[in-house]
């Protein structure tokens, strides 16, 4: 018998749309406390300085608003769970882009202003099933904004990392979703039923192909927190100091997630 198919989380439009907006409001308020040193720093993104990263996240954003402004596709044509396989091919043009502004942008803070004003004002005007022509492909307005927290919640935990003592928090809402598109993402990578994920507490997931538990608790289990979890499926952190620093638990021959990680680049 074939495998069940998967089915397509769902996402609560008006959720996800204050999700984003406060994610990024949380990212504005916490750059304006930014000195210029800091805003120098490198991060853990090749050559990129966290004025880049702030470029980059103004951009993120801004996607929205420039896709709303073009023509609607006939019909939404990337799924969610194929979003994160779809950035590598445009990695490039993103770190160019992101550097672009940030020399053309001396003020940060004004810049974000802009970006979140922009956002809000077409949030307002757009339905939440508006198909919209993104740079990885046509996705309807609300799968677009889940990615656009994942990109959020992902550059926050890098921010805090490249700036010693910044603390920008997380939006509750807006982790869960990247919790849970990035752990459902895995389960479309390595279907199966052998193997269970769990980052509690928004998300739990059953993956890589081998004998099928049906009731107790399952031979081959994986935890850990929802930061360590996205670190992981972006290549932040790799599997084998994951497990040897503790913060991923694995139990069973088919814990391994290694071979499935990163996700996403």
């Known amino acids: 018998m074939p495998p069940a198919k998967k089915r397509t989380r769902s996402y609560d439009p008006a959720r996800t749309r204050a999700a984003v907006l406060a994610q990024f409001e949380n990212v504005r308020a916490a750059v304006r406390t930014l000195t210029p040193e800091q805003?120098?720093?490198?991060?853990?993104?090749?050559?990129?300085?966290v004025r880049d990263l702030v470029a980059h996240l103004a951009l993120t954003v801004g996607s929205v608003g420039r896709a709303l402004e073009r023509d609607e596709p006939?019909?939404?044509?990337?799924a969610l769970l194929d979003y994160a396989s779809a950035t590598a091919a445009h990695a490039g043009a993103v770190a160019e882009g992101a550097r672009a502004l940030a020399g053309t942008a001396p003020d940060p803070d004004a810049l974000l202003t802009r970006a979140g004003e922009d956002l809000a004002r077409h949030l307002a005007a757009a339905p939440h099933t508006r198909v919209l022509a993104t740079g990885a492909g046509a996705m309807t307005l609300t799968d677009h904004l889940v990615t656009r927290a994942v990109e959020l919640v992902v550059h926050t935990d890098d921010l805090n990392t490249a700036v010693p003592g910044l603390d920008v928090p997380y939006d509750r809402q807006a982790l869960a979703a990247c919790t849970?598109?990035?752990?459902?993402?895995?389960a479309a990578k390595a279907p199966g039923g052998s193997t269970e994920v769990r980052i509690p507490p928004y998300a739990v997931v059953q993956c890589v192909q081998g004998p099928r538990h049906t009731r107790g608790t399952p031979p081959h289990v994986v935890e850990t927190d929802p930061l360590t979890w996205l670190r992981l499926a972006t290549g932040r952190t790799t599997w084998q100091d994951?497990?040897?620093?503790g913060t991923v638990g694995a139990s069973g021959e088919r814990a391994d997630l290694g071979p499935y990680l990163p996700l996403m680049t």
């Open 39 to 49: 805003l120098a720093l490198p991060t853990r993104l090749g050559d990129w300085t």
């Open 74 to 78: 006939a019909k939404p044509e990337l």
């Open 180 to 186: 849970r598109l990035l752990a459902d993402t895995l």
């Open 242 to 245: 994951a497990v040897a620093d």
